[in-house]
């Protein structure tokens, strides 16, 4: 039997952003009728075909208004503050709980049916260093305090509220629209100028995984009878050295790369790995963007940037 145009309808929040924009065309590609909410509409771009809606999730009626008028059965919530330099400290992370607990109210009153979040790995305990789904929650930022509080609450309101609920915690991630402050941005965009590109020592070993492989994933989760939290990563470390040396041979600009320029804090875990044993089991995953692939795709959108139209 036909379902109904509503369940194959999916909201995704933050869709201009960095991991957002990732989700849209996997989500499209599975059948689902994509409605993004961004607070401003972005001009010239088409969404990959997403029907664009501009809300402010920091006003509720406003929520309410537009949940209720597109009658989807599923959401995915990315947007959250977007500067990634802020992020881990700022208190902007308390307006976000807020807004989405409002938020997945609001989808629930409306309708809605499946709810999936965009956690962060910010939210476990770092004295592991290989994490899990069952590694105990111990934020030490106030970022990752305000995901897993966002995620507790939600898990606990999920049935109450009559939703399905599924949590995705995402580990290190870079992409073709990763934002200026995080890594993989900034050394291509100094190595591209010229100019030297200062790291630390690069020594500490962590999960990356590419934008477009994460998006995926969420489409996955959100396209699943899934409940809980689930790691979305690569479920393989590398050393940030080993990254930048990449974009560095690349460029053939090896030279300008200073590792050991910027210090590393007392407390940086040397290694943060996720363990995809459960999203595994749960999804039906391709093979991840080899790390040497992906960054020549971002050196390739950088460089389009620079050229004149």
């Not at 989500?27 to 001009?43: Q, Y």
């Not at 509220?161 to 290190?172: H, K, Y």
């Not at 040396?245 to 910027?262: C, K, N, W, Y």
Request: proline share 5%; glycine share 8%; hydrophobic share 45%.
């Amino acid at each position: 039997m036909t379902q109904p145009a509503a369940a194959r309808r999916v909201v995704v929040t933050g869709a201009n952003g960095f991991l957002g924009r990732a989700a849209l065309a996997p989500l499209i590609a599975r059948g689902f009728e994509v409605h993004s909410l961004d607070r401003a509409r972005p001009a010239g771009d088409d969404l990959d075909g997403a029907i664009a809606h501009v809300c402010d999730l920091m006003d509720p009626r406003a929520v309410r208004d537009v949940v209720a008028r597109i009658e989807a059965q599923s959401l995915v919530h990315f947007a959250w503050s977007s500067d990634p330099r802020a992020r881990w400290t700022s208190l902007d992370n308390l307006d976000w709980l807020d807004a989405t607990l409002r938020l997945a109210r609001a989808f629930a009153d409306a309708g809605g049916r499946r709810f999936v979040g965009c956690g962060s790995c910010a939210e476990y305990d770092w004295s592991f260093s290989r994490l899990s789904e069952t590694t105990p929650l111990a934020p030490g930022t106030l970022y990752g305090a305000a995901k897993a509080a966002s995620y507790l609450a939600l898990s606990r309101a999920a049935v109450e509220l009559g939703l399905s609920f599924a949590w995705g915690r995402v580990f290190f991630c870079y992409g073709a629209r990763e934002p200026a402050g995080r890594l993989m941005r900034d050394v291509i965009d100094n190595l591209l100028a010229g100019r030297e590109a200062p790291c630390s020592d690069g020594l500490q070993v962590r999960d990356y995984l590419d934008a477009r492989d994460i998006g995926a994933m969420f489409a996955a989760l959100a396209d699943s009878d899934a409940d809980g939290a689930y790691n979305i990563a690569r479920g393989e470390g590398v050393s940030v050295r080993e990254l930048v040396t990449i974009a560095a041979e690349l460029l053939d600009r090896g030279e300008l790369v200073r590792f050991g320029a910027l210090a590393r804090r007392a407390d940086d875990p040397e290694t943060l790995v996720a363990d995809m044993d459960k999203t595994r089991a749960a999804l039906r995953l391709p093979a991840p963007t080899p790390h040497r692939a992906a960054i020549a795709d971002i050196i390739a959108a950088r460089r389009a940037k620079e050229t004149p139209a």
